[in-house]
């Protein structure tokens, strides 16, 4: 079997590193695989994105070739038009409908490609335009295809109805996601909507080992690193934690430093309030970061909490299931967020320490007993480390996508 998967930039480019994960271990279960990002960069910046270097195809967004290719069909191929017809009138607003026609050359392209590649199935990641690349892919070809959605992708709505509606499956990632789509589209095709969770690759522990971890935990010299592995967009509430570290300087604690890993429109900003705080000593933005440096960090032990201060925001956007969370949590490593988007999905049960949204006090004080306590540091370690070992691990994730897959394959013949 051959799945072809559409992307947004990987396995080049610095995101969607959660998607690489799961590329990879469906590769690793002995499935064929060919990928086709939408835009891709020259950059393979994870070192994990190389091992799907041979798997991959990169093209541009667009050249000549692509749209005199678009033109021909136009002639020869009336599906096309039917294409057209219906992403016309399905697109909601002038600028969902532009975003889709940009792609509608490249998605041609494709579709003439992959007919000759053997490949009996098209998954896309998110529903924006690599979902309109992979419907447009399916409607010309005839090859069942089915996508995965995040969370700004299911609010922006485009042509969601629609793209449910020819799919196979649509996979939501948290249950809020599928009930919020739900609400968007309707219950017609609630059977083709399916939470499968995005997965982590987790290490060999018991309770023991992790808790060996903490024997240590308030000693006198331990200088603590609390991290947030995130980019610099309002989402994620950074500004917040910033206020916090001034909470924690105010009630004595100064054994610790915060670093800020990720890019984004935010790093000026950011940098202004720490420098107006004169929180240089203790706030560092060490700027984007290799996936593969980040779990080699969590293996070493040299992070003790991992935070997300996320909120939800003036424009509705808010978090899926942070995979930064899991990934922290697999090695036993105490996270704190907020109680936003789908966050308690995965924090609920003790497994981590969820605070309001906003509250630079609250985030301040969780903080100062969790480096007082090591019992409620070893606590979190095991209890999270369990949550995601039952529910997120990444070999049972990837079994049920293709299981999906290969049930709807079946269904189809």
Not at 1 to 18: C, D, H, K, L, N
Not at 20 to 32: F, N, P, R, S, T
Not at 385 to 401: A, D, G, H, S
């Amino acid at each position: 079997m051959r799945i072809a998967y559409i992307t947004a930039q990987v396995p080049w480019g610095r995101g969607e590193s959660f998607i690489l994960e799961e590329m990879l271990e469906i590769k690793h279960q002995g499935i064929d695989l060919l990928i086709i990002p939408r835009n891709p960069s020259r950059e393979v910046f994870h070192e994990e994105g190389k091992e799907l270097l041979e798997n991959s195809i990169w093209l541009p967004m667009l050249n000549l070739t692509m749209i005199a290719g678009f033109f021909l069909e136009l002639f020869s191929n009336i599906s096309l038009w039917r294409v057209l017809w219906k992403i016309l009138v399905n697109s909601r607003n002038p600028k969902i409908l532009i975003k889709n026609i940009m792609v509608v050359p490249k998605a041609v392209f494709i579709a003439k490609e992959i007919k000759k590649t053997g490949v009996s199935h098209v998954h896309a990641h998110w529903g924006s335009t690599t979902a309109t690349t992979a419907y447009i892919i399916s409607q010309i070809t005839n090859i069942p295809w089915s996508f995965t959605l995040h969370r700004w992708d299911i609010y922006e709505n485009n042509m969601l109805e629609e793209k449910v509606r020819s799919a196979c499956f649509v996979r939501c990632i948290s249950k809020k996601g599928k009930a919020d789509l739900l609400g968007i589209i309707g219950n017609e095709y609630v059977d083709k909507v399916q939470v499968v969770h995005i997965g982590v690759r987790m290490r060999s522990a018991d309770k023991a080992s992790i808790a060996a971890r903490y024997y240590n935990w308030g000693a006198p010299s331990k200088k603590f690193r609390f991290i947030v592995p995130a980019n610099l967009l309002p989402v994620k509430g950074h500004e917040y934690l910033i206020e916090g570290v001034c909470l924690l300087l105010q009630n004595g604690l100064k054994n610790f430093h915060v670093v800020f890993y990720g890019d984004g429109p935010l790093k000026g900003s950011l940098e202004e309030q720490i420098h107006r705080k004169g929180l240089e000593e203790y706030v560092k933005m060490a700027g984007a970061i290799p996936h593969n440096i980040l779990i080699d960090m969590y293996k070493s032990g040299s992070v003790d909490v991992v935070i997300l201060p996320s909120i939800n925001t003036e424009d509705g956007q808010h978090e899926g299931i942070p995979v930064a969370l899991m990934e922290a949590m697999s090695y036993g490593i105490p996270v704190i967020s907020t109680n936003t988007g789908s966050i308690s999905e995965l924090l609920s049960d003790g497994a981590g320490i969820l605070v309001k949204e906003k509250s630079a006090n609250e985030l301040a004080m969780v903080l100062l007993d969790l480096v007082n306590n090591k019992n409620i540091a070893s606590s979190l370690a095991i209890k999270g480390y369990e949550k995601v070992r039952k529910e997120f691990e990444i070999e049972k994730t990837t079994q049920m996508l293709l299981q999906l897959v290969l049930r709807r394959k079946a269904n189809s013949m």
